[in-house]
């Protein structure tokens, strides 16, 4: 009797493990703010004329898609992600999950991303949340090795899910569509190469080649996240400029544009992996600050 309650004990405990080991693959934090951008663009879309429960479907088509990009991601990197620190301890690196078991979750993350746009939003968004994964995942994985084209192509399918949830509540792209999306795509570049700073010696091994200078971490890197990051003060305006939203989140996307621009002086100044984290850490948090304060603040 014991023996088979510890047997069913240890059944329990694998399943559970195994489960743990599939969840791990979705990179839930990146996939909910994938899924938070979604629901931003739709929010603001909407006008003060909100559809919870398509907000909600639509929220979680975008993490899933957002799951089965980057599970996609972690199958085709697998033998690179034995090489490098940070991803070594993954799902198949470590054979918790077998390729065949990822494909086939990946898989279905994708199917019930497509069935829950499809039935929710309109072919439109279904279209672009299917380019937005191929684009992540066959063209911006492979060309990680290549140079840092990658990062240009990495930032569209990484800027598409405001664009997403605009389209999900409206069915068109429009030129406020198109501003939400310049400011996320702009933001992606001194995110991305923020983080490949920080990895770069994980990288190297990997063959990763994303920083914007050939000579990696050096001046010429360090003015170009600058450049980036100054962008973002003007563009976080545009959408007050356009009546989108108002004043206050014109202040606060000013503010936060200001903040995360003085970040990148120190970077300039010692080029140490210190101030590449302070930026890294900057815009993880400039994108959900300003795009709540967009929310509170549009215009019906």
């Given at each position: 009797?014991?023996?088979?309650?510890?047997?069913?004990?240890?059944?329990?405990s694998l399943a559970m493990a195994k489960v743990r080991s599939f969840i791990e693959l979705l990179k839930v934090r990146l996939s909910l703010l994938v899924a938070f951008s979604c629901a931003f663009g739709y929010g603001l879309a909407s006008r003060g004329d909100i559809n919870w429960g398509i907000l909600l479907m639509v929220t979680l088509g975008g993490f899933l898609l957002s799951g089965a990009s980057v599970c996609i991601n972690q199958i085709l990197e697998k033998d690179l992600d034995k090489l490098m620190n940070r991803?070594?301890?993954?799902?198949?690196?470590?054979?918790?999950?077998?390729?065949?078991?990822?494909?086939?979750?990946?898989?279905l993350c994708m199917l019930l991303s497509v069935w829950i746009l499809w039935i929710y939003t309109n072919p439109f968004t279904v279209l672009?949340?299917?380019?937005?994964?191929?684009?992540?995942?066959?063209?911006?994985?492979?060309?990680?090795?290549?140079?840092?084209?990658?990062?240009?192509?990495?930032?569209?399918?990484?800027?598409?899910p405001p664009l997403l949830g605009w389209i999900a509540a409206t069915g068109q792209i429009t030129h406020e569509a198109l501003i939400i999306f310049g400011?996320?795509?702009i933001?992606?570049?001194?995110?991305?190469?923020?983080?490949?700073?920080?990895?770069?010696?994980?990288y190297q091994k990997a063959g990763f080649k994303l920083l914007p200078s050939k000579d990696g971490k050096n001046i010429n890197t360090a003015i170009q996240i600058m450049v980036y990051t100054m962008f973002l003060i003007p563009l976080g305006l545009l959408p007050a400029v356009f009546g989108i939203t108002g004043i206050y989140s014109a202040m606060v996307a000013t503010v936060c544009g200001v903040a995360f621009f003085a970040q990148t002086f120190a970077l300039m100044k010692t080029g140490s992996?210190?101030?590449?984290?302070?930026?890294?850490?900057?815009?993880?948090?400039?994108?959900?600050?300003?795009?709540?304060?967009?929310l509170l603040d549009k215009v019906s």
């Open positions: 009797m014991i023996t088979g309650q510890a047997h069913e004990l240890t059944r329990f991803t070594m301890q993954r799902p198949l690196p470590t054979g918790r999950v077998t390729p065949y078991e990822a494909t086939l979750f990946a898989i672009l949340s299917l380019v937005s994964m191929v684009l992540y995942s066959f063209v911006y994985t492979p060309l990680k090795r290549v140079g840092p084209i990658a990062v240009f192509v990495g930032a569209i399918p990484g800027a598409l400011i996320q795509f933001w992606q570049f001194p995110h991305f190469w923020a983080i490949a700073w920080v990895a770069d010696d994980d992996r210190q101030s590449a984290l302070r930026i890294m850490f900057g815009s993880f948090l400039y994108l959900p600050i300003v795009q709540i304060a967009y």
